[in-house]
Nanobody, 125 residues
Framework: QVQLVESGGGLVQAGDSLRLSCAAS????????MGWFRQAPGKEREFVAT???????YYVDRVKGRFTISRDNAKNTVNLQMNSLKPEDTGVYYC???????????????????WGQGTQVTVSS
């Protein structure tokens, strides 16, 4: 069983940066694909970024060039560096994990088995 705990959210202004972190425990972190999702008020949870067990990365188009996902297997953490934040980036950000299974990337919520509680990110205009 994998436990995930997010941190780093907050209230910022448009154009600012935030760095989210997710600490994992209870599993072999290096074998997991890790993802970040977000959910805005009144909207469905959406994919943001993923990093596979082999460190391949993939982003939703609207964050490409602004967000960077990374992992530190020695510290069992995955990070999401968010730059040039926009009001539409507002939402609860969730960290998710799934057992790594090869060279594919997974972007659906249903692909992930483990979830954190989420951290709020609010970007004011």
């Amino acid at each position: 069983q994998v436990q995930l705990v997010e941190s780093g959210g907050g209230l910022v202004q448009a154009g600012d940066s935030l760095r989210l972190s997710c600490a994992a425990s209870g599993g072999t972190f290096s074998r997991y694909d890790m993802g970040w999702f977000r959910q805005a008020p009144g909207k469905e949870r959406e994919f943001v970024a993923t990093i596979t067990w082999s460190s391949s990365t993939y982003y939703v188009d609207r964050v490409k060039g602004r967000f960077t996902i990374s992992r530190d297997n020695a510290k069992n953490t995955v990070n999401l560096q968010m730059n040039s934040l926009k009001p539409e980036d507002t939402g609860v950000y969730y960290c998710a994990a799934r057992s790594g299974s090869g060279r594919y990337v997974y972007t659906r919520s249903s692909d992930y088995s483990y979830w954190g509680q989420g951290t709020q990110v609010t970007v004011s205009s």
